[in-house]
């Protein structure tokens, strides 16, 4: 099997090397609208409607790896994948009309509503593209011959920062909502633009991160994507190469990170080293206000929110889940599972994995996948599709215990789901375009919108 | 003898600086691949993209149904983005395609439904979505469908019914949109501002889509009379779709309700040189009209009448907006109470009703015309144009006082509602 | 009348489930395609221009050399990164059919640029119609293929999006023939591309088959259209009856004015429709139809005005007291039989439209005879039911005779029908006048 030289990271990339299956999960991830607009005048809305702010990329749960940091699980979600840097005037944002919510399971009943961490977002035009009323969402470094000097944006209330993201944190802990440090105003870092309207980028997204106390920490802003394939290759009828080209270097996300004390996430609060209890279970969701037609008035921005994506381990949205499913999937609650444990029994990975490679795979039904994914051990009676960590276990578990944005996730899903004949696959491009940090929030800074480049490292 | 070397390079027709494309997976896919036609380039990379790489991947597995099918969908939003019809037969041979390939495929018969819609054929697509929704459940895309056409076949209850699953099962733009559009067939124009603007924040990323909600909203300020939110929401239609040539067909309406005409005409212009829609076109008529050059607006109704011959040859049945037309501009007179009932029965809808109201009324039968009336308003719609119908009925059969305050309720909801009724209506006032 | 076109489309759909693109690219689309070669040391550029059928309405007559000037000007050359003239040699120009029976326009120009001395770097760009939908094709050297075939066949698979090139940039060497100028198409080439995108087109009519029932149904269904069409207003069912009462028509009278209402209702749309595939390049069918009105309405004046003329004159010969109450027979009958055909025609003259419509879409489906039968059942169909109206006008004549109001009042009877005639004849040529220009 070295001739496999499949994807790392990321089960989506193992999906693009399938020929077949795999743009059509990217389309229906990623929108094909199938509106459709004629001559006449009934009015036609849009149908499907590509939904990148309420799009989970990825979702990450770990026990800090930074000094002295031990005591702290961090929880992260990645939305809006493809993020070209230069993509303005309106760059990237966070959606004022989705709630991000991160869920945790903290007595192993695979329902994931103990502790919840819920992130809203303002708009707010402001500064001189206000004034000037410029099409822009930030200016600065505007040299004076032009007239009016607009300095360049080094801190979060710049004047060049004319659309500015403000956010509020709110912990759920059994149905009661307590605000987060409602007195720290949270700013999020605007994309990166370019060296002249954001001459220290690294500075500014330092501002952008917030100690909330209670050894709390929180960051909302843009983050270099880890993701990376050779997808020419892989669509050349997986004419796979080393070295790979990397197709998607140099794209960004949008990035959520919250860094909390493990005594706040687990059943006795205690930390690591004491707790009885140190399984957690824990998903991302994005979800929009339930509006309906006979509705009040009221009830248009009302505080019923509906689920519109989850996603807790890796490779399940992507490729587990049938595309005709998906969306009812997604509405779910993860401890509904069992519904789709026919998806788990007989993956469609595994058989195209068989058809391409020729190589056996495990029989089905493949329970091995049932266990890993949705239960927190092969007695779990419960189905419920969480990622575990165990808080015990020492920084730097892999996934499936938790996961770190450095776990190599695909090669391991490819070796569980392909079973013994696919131990060892790997692919060309092992390398993310930037170097993770090992402080939080753990994601490189992204590419500015003036020099990216797409290429390899 | 000739070529040494040559590069040929596709250059798009406006400077493509606006939102680039970012969140197509194809995109990566196909780097160099044609950027497609368009009225407008920019921001559509990503359908295009997609199709290209698409239709790459079919290059190479031809009896891959699922990329058939999504191809289909692809070309149905093709023709969203360009106004050009001609991706719907594309969009349907791709399909069957597809069908053929894998039948019972249920994206592929909810395609179909979709492109059912966009040609009118509204049975078709109720029958369509509800087969999709018996193949591949609980898709919210189907629920759309389904709504969609039960909504223009008149069956209120259901569609509402059918929005409400689709805007449970996945809150979009798509979904808000439509809450927005039932609610304002209930007469409820500031919940379905409401409604509209959700779906506005919440359709962030395609700029048609965007641009398309923009001027949704707009129409709905509008539609009561509220010219200046109106103009900006259009503004903003074309700021996030440059050259959206729905959002200068509404600016030109702004502008000869503002009384500058020939602004109106310019802009009106803009819209059918980029896509000489009949809506378009027939308002670019009126304008003349208005403006008093009599050449130039029976210019563009004699093209109004080539439109609605080709739009025939091409299967799309108008037969409502050919009869409203008709009716309004005194053309075929005679013709149009049966054309319009026709349409009705094609689509009866309170559209469908008011319609033939009017054509009734025009030939001067309106004690039948005010039944249809009845029909057409009996959700409490708040529209202008179909009250000031029924105000004419109601003069026409003698209820002078009844007919005057429809027509008072019609210029104070919206004072602008049609370049030819409102002054018409004003007029009858004094 | 409509309804005959949803049967046009019922049977195109039987042969064809997607009628639908008649133009590969819709019909409001404007296709460029430019072809940059040398002959001998000149640089030429063969520009070709296909509009579909709402543009080149929109565009109106079309004057190929001020068409050919203002192509040259969007066009951009330069040579070594200096700007080139071109300027137009050579333009032809042709209105192949399109969907409808409607006009499309083909326009081809040579553009001579300027002679390369040796190896050259150009750059040449299109900015004709920047912000129109269309094809868009730009081809180097002579000899080159062109995926739309100088945007005579536009590809037919359905993998093939519309290409979008509007700039090249290459290097060209002179030649070292002479200078020739690159002919344009002519002839057939030039009037009748292939506008027809869809590969299934042809097999899927050679393929499917009309059943016996269709036909017998779509024959019967255009019948009782035919029939019903003729009681919608406009049909000359006025001039029928107010000629019948007038002229003391028989009810054989009536069967002649039938049969004579089929038969040129049919040779009016063969002949339309003939006169629109010869002269399509020329003439719109919308142009023709005002005409077509024109005479028909002066047809009959002429009538109403001859008729009045005799009965004025018949009157007079009363007055004048020979007291002799028998008719001239043997006159009589001949000129109603003369004014008969002229009635007849005149009724059946203007071809419907929809008929028209039939018509063509039969010959692009390649069902001529299908198509040549459906409108012979249409016009029967008028004819029924114009003979009806006749006999029924006639019987109702008798009967009042019979009823015996022999009076002053029966005999103005003749005169104020012509009179009818006439102001009705008036009234089409007045509607007819202000639409024919």
New interface residues.
């Given amino acids: 099997m070295t001739a496999v030289l499949l994807g790392r990271r990321k089960a989506t990339i193992v999906a693009l090397a399938l020929v077949g299956a795999a743009l059509a999960l990217l389309v229906l991830r990623f929108g094909s609208g199938p509106p459709a607009a004629q001559a006449a005048s009934h009015r036609e809305a849009p149908l499907i409607a590509n939904d990148p702010p309420a799009d989970i990329t990825d979702f990450y749960m770990f026990r800090s790896t930074q000094a002295g940091q031990a005591n702290k699980v961090d929880l992260i979600m990645d939305v809006i994948p493809f993020e070209e840097p230069s993509g303005g005037p309106n760059y990237y944002n966070f959606d004022p009309s989705v709630a991000y919510t991160f869920h945790v399971d903290n007595n192993k009943n695979g329902i994931a509503r103990d502790v919840a961490f819920e992130l809203r977002f303002t708009n707010e035009i402001r500064g001189a593209v206000n004034s000037l009323g410029l099409p822009l969402s930030y200016v600065g470094g505007v040299p004076p011959a032009t007239g009016s000097v607009i300095p360049p944006i080094t801190a979060l209330n710049s004047p060049g920062l004319g659309l500015r993201q403000k956010y509020t944190i709110t912990m759920i802990t059994d149905g009661h909502r307590t605000t987060i440090s409602p007195m720290t105003e949270k700013i999020a870092v605007p994309s990166n633009v370019g060296p002249r309207t954001m001459p220290n980028y690294d500075a500014l997204a330092g501002h952008g991160m917030y100690n909330l106390g209670n050894g709390m920490k929180v960051f909302a802003g843009q983050r270099d994507d880890p993701f990376f394939i050779d997808l020419g290759a892989a669509f050349d009828t997986l004419n796979l190469r080393s070295p790979a080209t990397d197709m998607l270097s140099g794209f960004n996300v949008n990035t959520i990170a919250l860094e909390v004390p493990a005594s706040l996430l687990t059943r006795d609060h205690h930390g690591p080293a004491e707790t009885k209890q140190p399984w957690l279970g824990a998903y991302a969701s994005t979800s929009r206000p339930e509006v309906t037609v006979r509705g009040e008035h009221g009830q248009s921005n009302s505080s019923h929110y509906v689920q519109v994506q989850r996603l807790a381990n890796p490779l399940v949205n992507e490729l587990i889940i049938g595309t005709k499913d998906k969306d009812r999937w997604n509405t779910l609650d993860p401890s509904k599972e069992s519904r789709f444990l026919d998806y788990y029994e007989n993956p469609r990975l595994a058989l195209a994995l068989s058809l391409v490679f020729g190589a056996p795979v495990p029989a089905t039904p493949r329970h091995d996948l049932e266990n890993a994914l949705l239960k927190y051990g092969p007695t779990d009676p419960r189905y419920s599709e969480l990622l575990r960590l165990n808080v015990s276990s020492p920084p730097g578990a892999s996934w499936p215990n938790g996961r770190k944005p450095s776990d190599d996730v695909t090669d391991t899903a490819i070796q569980v789901v392909g079973g013994p004949a696919f131990a060892g696959a790997g692919d060309g491009v092992s390398t993310n375009d930037k170097v993770l940090p090992n402080v939080f929030p753990y994601l490189a800074s992204p590419w500015d919108g003036r020099n990216r480049v797409h290429q390899n490292p | 003898?000739?070529?040494?070397?040559?590069?040929?390079?596709?250059?798009t027709?406006f400077s493509g600086?606006?939102?680039?494309?970012?969140?197509?997976?194809?995109?990566?896919?196909a780097?160099t691949a044609?950027?497609?036609?368009?009225?407008v380039q920019t921001g559509t990379e990503?359908?295009?993209a997609?199709?290209?790489?698409?239709?790459?991947?079919?290059?190479?597995?031809p009896k891959?149904a699922?990329?058939y099918a999504?191809?289909?969908?692809?070309y149905?939003?093709?023709?969203?983005e360009?106004?050009?019809?001609?991706w719907?037969?594309?969009s349907?041979?791709?399909l069957?395609?597809a069908l053929r390939l894998a039948p019972g495929n249920?994206?592929a018969v909810?395609?179909l439904g979709?492109?059912a819609?966009?040609?009118?054929r509204f049975r078709d697509a109720l029958a369509l979505g509800r087969r999709s929704l018996r193949?591949?459940?609980?898709?919210?895309?189907t629920y759309?469908?389904i709504g969609?056409a039960l909504l223009?076949l008149g069956r209120y209850g259901e569609a509402?019914r059918a929005?409400?699953t689709m805007?449970?099962?996945?809150?979009?733009?798509?979904?808000?949109?439509?809450?927005s559009?039932?609610?304002e067939l209930?007469g409820?124009p500031?919940?379905a501002i409401?409604?509209m603007?959700?779906?506005l924040?919440?359709?962030?990323?395609?700029p048609?889509?965007t641009a398309?909600?923009h001027v949704?909203l707009g129409k709905l300020y509008w539609s009561i009379g509220r010219v200046g939110p109106a103009a900006r929401q259009y503004r903003a239609a074309l700021?996030a779709f440059h050259?959206y040539p729905y959002a200068f067909d509404a600016l030109a309406q702004v502008q000869a309700a503002r009384g500058r005409l020939s602004a109106a005409v310019a802009l009106e212009n803009r819209a059918v040189?980029?896509?000489?829609?009949?809506?378009f076109v027939s308002q670019l008529g009126d304008l003349y009209r208005a403006e008093g050059n009599r050449a130039q607006a029976r210019r563009q109704y004699?093209?109004m009448?080539?439109?609605r011959?080709?739009?025939?040859?091409?299967?799309?049945k108008?037969?409502?907006?050919t009869a409203l037309f008709d009716v309004d501009h005194g053309i075929r007179t005679?013709?149009s109470v049966?054309?319009a009932r026709?349409a009705r029965a094609l689509?009866p809808s309170i559209?469908g009703d008011d319609v033939l109201a009017w054509a009734l009324a025009r030939n001067g039968r309106c004690d039948e015309a005010l039944g249809y009336s009845k029909r057409a308003l009996r959700l409490g719609t708040r529209d202008a144009l179909k009250i000031f119908h029924r105000g004419m009925i109601e003069r026409c059969l003698g209820h002078r006082s009844a007919g005057d305050a429809f027509l008072r309720d019609a210029l104070a909801l919206n004072p602008h509602f049609s370049i030819l009724w409102a002054p018409f209506a004003k007029k009858e006032l004094r | 009348m409509k309804r005959l076109i949803f049967l046009a489309v019922a049977v195109a759909a039987l042969a064809l489930p997607a009628l639908a693109s008649a133009h590969p690219l819709g019909n409001f689309t404007v296709n460029r395609f430019s072809r940059v070669e040398v002959s001998g040391p000149r640089l030429y550029v063969r520009y070709v221009l296909d509009m579909a059928e709402i543009p080149t309405f929109q565009a109106g007559r079309i004057n190929p050399h001020a068409y050919a000037r203002r192509i040259a000007r969007n066009a951009h050359l330069s040579v070594d990164d200096r700007a080139a003239v071109l300027e137009p040699v050579r333009t032809e120009l042709a209105h192949p059919r399109g969907a409808g029976g409607l006009r499309t326009t083909r326009l081809e120009v040579i553009l001579a640029g300027p002679i390369l001395h040796g190896r050259s770097s150009i750059a040449y760009r299109d900015d004709n119609y920047k912000n129109r939908i269309g094809w868009k094709e730009i081809v180097l050297g002579a000899g080159a293929p062109s995926t739309s075939h100088e945007l005579r066949a536009y590809p037919k698979n359905l993998l093939q999006s519309p290409l979008d090139t509007t700039s090249i940039v290459a290097m060209l060497e002179p030649g070292s023939g002479r200078d020739v100028v690159p002919s344009l198409s002519s002839g057939a080439s030039l009037q009748a591309p292939d506008r027809v995108a869809d590969a299934g087109f042809a097999s899927l009519v050679g393929r499917s088959h009309l059943s016996l029932f269709v036909i017998l149904a779509s024959l019967a269904a255009a019948l009782f259209w035919g029939a019903a069409h003729a009681l919608s207003p406009g049909h000359g069912k006025t001039i029928v009856t107010a000629y019948l009462v007038g002229q003391r028509g028989t009810p054989r009278h009536a069967a002649l004015l039938g049969l004579i209402v089929t038969i040129t209702h049919t040779l009016g749309v063969f002949a339309l429709g003939l006169v629109t595939l010869a002269l399509s390049q020329f003439i719109v069918p919308d142009r023709l139809y005002p005409w077509l009105n024109l005479a028909s309405g002066a047809l009959v004046v002429g009538i109403g005005a001859s008729v009045f003329w005799g009965r004025w004159r018949h009157r007079r010969a009363h007055a004048h007291g020979h007291g002799h109450h028998h008719h001239h027979h043997g006159a009589e009958a001949d000129t109603s039989f003369r004014s008969l055909l002229a009635v007849g025609i005149s009724g059946g003259l203007l071809p419907c439209p929809s008929a028209l419509v039939v018509l063509l879409a039969a010959i692009s489906l390649h069902r001529v005879a299908f198509g040549l039968l459906l409108i012979l059942a249409f016009s029967v169909g008028l004819a029924l039911s114009i003979t009806g109206i006749g006999l029924v006008a006639v019987l109702a004549r008798r009967t009042f005779r019979r009823l015996s109001f022999e009076g002053p009042l029966v005999r103005l009877l003749p005169a104020a029908s012509a009179l009818v005639i006439l102001a009705a004849g008036l009234a089409m040529t007045v509607r007819a006048l202000p639409r024919v220009s």
């Fill in positions: 003898m000739v070529t040494v070397a040559a590069l040929a390079a596709t250059v027709l600086v606006l939102r680039g494309s970012h969140s197509s997976g194809a995109l990566a896919a780097p044609p950027t497609g036609t368009g009225f990503d359908t295009a997609l199709v290209a790489g698409l239709q790459q991947r079919l290059e190479a597995s891959d699922e990329g999504e191809l289909g969908l692809a149905q939003q093709r023709a969203r360009t106004g050009d019809p001609s719907y037969p594309r349907d041979r791709a069957r395609r249920a994206v909810g395609g979709s492109l819609l966009s040609r009118h193949l591949g459940p609980a898709n919210a895309r759309g469908v969609d223009e509402f929005f409400d805007a449970r099962l996945k809150p979009s733009d798509g979904a808000y949109a439509r809450v559009y039932a609610r209930l409820r500031d919940d409401a409604a603007r959700l779906a924040v919440s359709a962030t990323d395609q048609e889509a398309w909600t949704q700021s050259g040189d980029t896509i000489p829609l009949p809506q004699e093209l009448d080539v439109i011959r080709l739009l025939v040859a091409n299967g799309v108008t037969d409502l907006e005679g013709e049966t054309l026709k689509r559209d």
